[in-house]
C-alpha cells in the first residue's frame, strides 16, 4: 500500500469584499442585534370582574417587563392564571401554542401552551382579547399607571391608553 501524498497547505487568500455593497440582509460583524422588549402596566384598581381576585392582583407587580414580547406575554397570562377565583375559567380562554402555562385545578395538573410571540402587538392584542373575555377591560396597559387622589389610577402621558382602547383590526 502506499502512503497518500501529502501536500502543504495551501494558503488561499480571502476575497475582498469591501467593494460588495451591503444590503438589509447584510449584517456587519460591529452592529450588535437590537432585542424586542415590551413592558406592560398593572392597573390594579381596575374593575377585576367576576372572574379575578382583587386581593391577588394586588399582589402582582406593578409591571411585567421589559423583556421580550414573549416572556411579557407569559408573565402577564401566568398573573391572571393565579389570580383566577377558579384557574380553570381562565385556562379554557386560552389559545394552544409554544408558551408554557403550568397550573393545577380540579386535583390536577394542567399544562398550556401560546403561539410563539414576536411583536409587541401581537401581546397587546392578546392581552386585550383575554381581558374582555374575563370582563376585566382595564387591566392592562402599555403606558406606567400612577395612583391619583381618592385612590384610583390612571395612564401617565399625553398618548397613554388603555389596551382597551386600542383598536383591533
Known amino acids: 500500500m502506499t502512503p497518500l501524498a501529502i501536500s502543504p497547505p495551501s494558503s488561499t487568500p480571502e476575497p475582498d469584499m469591501s467593494s460588495i455593497p451591503q444590503d438589509a440582509a447584510t449584517i456587519p460583524h460591529s452592529a450588535t442585534p437590537q432585542v424586542l422588549t415590551v413592558c406592560i402596566y398593572i392597573n390594579k384598581q381596575a374593575n377585576t370582574g367576576p372572574n379575578l381576585d382583587r386581593k391577588k392582583i394586588q399582589q402582582l407587580p406593578d409591571h411585567f417587563g421589559p423583556d421580550r414580547p414573549s416572556v411579557v406575554l ?21 389559545t394552544q401554542g409554544v408558551c408554557l402555562f403550568n397550573t393545577t385545578f380540579d386535583g390536577k395538573q394542567h399544562l398550556l401552551s401560546l403561539p410563539v410571540v414576536n411583536s409587541i402587538d401581537y401581546v397587546l392584542r392578546f392581552l386585550k382579547k383575554l381581558c374582555r373575555s374575563l370582563h376585566c377591560e382595564n387591566l392592562f396597559s402599555d403606558q406606567p399607571i400612577t395612583q391619583h387622589s381618592g385612590g384610583s389610577y390612571q395612564s401617565d402621558g399625553t398618548s397613554s391608553y388603555s389596551l382597551m382602547n386600542q383598536s383591533l383590526q
Do not use: E, M, N, P
Open 74 to 94: 407569559q408573565q402577564a397570562v401566568q398573573g391572571c392564571i393565579d389570580s383566577a377565583f377558579q384557574q380553570k375559567t381562565v385556562f379554557t380562554l386560552l
